[in-house]
């Protein structure tokens, strides 16, 4: 039987980041032929280097990380800190969708699914920096996504948090009983989501099922943000 990503070749940066790891393991199981790029992109000749090395992408990934210095009041952040999770998150977006939508327009099929964050969906103090750049994010998508839609291109993003995975719930926060309880106080659902389960809606929106999704932030949080 044939798998649904059979055929596919799909690049997923900063691959032993965040959801990398279950994005490579869900996207190979199926059969695509993964790129699993680890390379840092934090300037506009590296990110063309990771889109031309990889030749032909049926699939792009935009799996981003960055520290979210939670805890620190708008007043109190540095200015190296605001600058650096831009870079982790924002500007590496553009340039990596930049290079690699020309050739999905000209053969008028392709998918792009960014790994962003509920949090801009939902208002938090003490995570300014974080929100506003995962904000850009979703505004960027919602603005790119209609821009290329013509085109038969789709771009989304999955608003995630409350997700298993090294970057934001390392093992040690997971023995916390503070956090315990307040996971279970703010999530509807009383627990995080599996690595899989947030991979699947990547495989989603990668396959032909999800071509009238345009431009979508699209929560995955337990009911956190709705």
Not at 19 to 34: H, I, Q, R, T, Y
Not at 66 to 81: I, K, Q, R, S
Not at 119 to 144: D, E, N
Not at 148 to 153: E, I, T
């Amino acid at each position: 039987m044939t798998s649904r990503m059979t055929g596919k070749r799909i690049l997923i940066t900063r691959s032993q980041d965040y959801m990398g790891p279950a994005c490579v393991e869900m996207f190979s199981k199926e059969g695509g032929d993964v790129i699993a790029d680890e390379s840092d992109l934090n300037t506009e000749a590296a990110c063309r280097k990771v889109i031309d090395d990889a030749g032909h992408i049926d699939v792009l990934i935009v799996n981003l990380a960055a520290p979210n210095h939670y805890g620190v009041l708008v007043t109190d952040l540095a200015e190296e800190d605001w600058l650096q999770t831009f870079e982790l998150l924002v500007h590496p977006l553009q340039r990596l969708v930049k290079h690699a939508l020309p050739p999905m327009i000209e053969r008028r099929k392709g998918k792009i699914i960014v790994v962003g964050s509920a949090t801009p969906l939902r208002p938090m103090g003490r995570l300014s920096a974080y929100s506003a750049a995962r904000g850009a994010q979703i505004s960027y998508v919602k603005s790119v996504g209609v821009e290329v839609a013509r085109h038969n291109v789709q771009v989304n993003l999955i608003a995630q948090n409350w997700v298993e995975n090294p970057a934001y719930y390392p093992p040690e926060l997971m023995e916390n009983e503070k956090f315990l309880k307040n996971l279970k106080d703010q999530v509807p659902l009383g627990r995080l989501a599996k690595p899989e389960e947030d991979a699947a809606l990547a495989l989603f929106l990668a396959g032909e099922e999800s071509d009238f999704f345009v431009g979508q932030a699209i929560p995955f949080s337990g009911g956190w943000a709705n």
